[in-house]
Antibody, heavy 116, light 107 residues
Framework: EVQLVESGGGLVQPGASLKLSCVAS????????MSWVRQTPGKTMEWIGD????????NYAPSLKNRFTISRDNAKSTLYLQMSNVRSEDTATYYC?????????WGQGTLVTVSS | DIVMTQSPTSMSISVGDRVTMNCKAS??????VDWYQQKTGQSPKLLIY???NRYTGVPDRFTGSGSGTDFTFTISNMQAEDLAVYYC?????????FGAGTKLELK
């Protein structure tokens, strides 16, 4: 059974950094592109970016590219999202997804709240 | 960025109704549109990929159509368990972008 489990969310102060993780199981992680998507409290969905199966290529939403970094450790079947200089508008639930044409598998999400 | 304009924002429906919602892309996205269902408290679930392909295990009352800039998602015989928010997303060009969602509510 495919499982994606995000972690690392929580309350963080504006300007701080945070690293989210997504542990994958039930499939060969190194065979798939992976992505991060976030959903604001108002339910707006925003694609953050994705990463090639070997980690050699990433794409980002232009508005986030300078602050967010996606990486992966295939030996650990883990996807990461490094967030820096976070802002109140980064408050959202962050999902990792497995990409195979479409995002058929999503994690349960991890909530990030940016507030002082 | 490609803007996906989804309509309507919400619909009041009854069990058994035929439900149709639309997504209009600000530029040609070919057939690269997916439809997701999100129930309250759950993660999104893929229903339709590449505009018209039903994902594994998705009931045939869910259908998608369209290409280019205009896409339609239909539930042919609304069931109570279909109450959710539905999102379209284009993956034709980066960054992928979502519609704002259509919320189905009981009349």
């Amino acid at each position: 059974e495919v499982q994606l489990v995000e972690s690392g969310g929580g309350l963080v102060q504006p300007g701080a950094s945070l690293k989210l993780s997504c542990v994958a199981s039930g499939f060969t992680f190194s065979d798939y592109w992976m992505s991060w998507v976030r959903q604001t409290p108002g339910k707006t969905m925003e694609w953050i970016g994705d990463i090639k199966y070997d980690g050699s290529y990433t794409n980002y939403a232009p508005s986030l590219k300078n602050r967010f970094t996606i990486s992966r450790d295939n030996a650990k079947s883990t996807l990461y999202l490094q967030m820096s200089n976070v802002r109140s508008e980064d408050t959202a639930t962050y999902y990792c997804t497995r990409v195979a044409g479409a995002s058929a598998y999503w994690g349960q999400g991890t909530l990030v709240t940016v507030s002082s | 960025d490609i803007v996906m304009t989804q309509s309507p924002t919400s619909m009041s429906i009854s069990v058994g109704d035929r439900v149709t919602m639309n997504c209009k892309a600000s530029q040609n996205v070919g057939s690269n549109v997916d439809w997701y269902q999100q129930k309250t408290g759950q993660s999104p679930k893929l229903l339709i990929y590449k505009a018209s392909n039903r994902y594994t295990g998705v009931p045939d009352r869910f259908t998608g159509s369209g290409s280019g800039t205009d896409f339609t998602f239909t539930i042919s015989n609304m069931q109570a368990e279909d109450l959710a928010v539905y999102y379209c997303m284009q993956s034709n060009s980066y960054p992928n972008t979502f519609g704002a969602g259509t919320k189905l509510e009981l009349k």
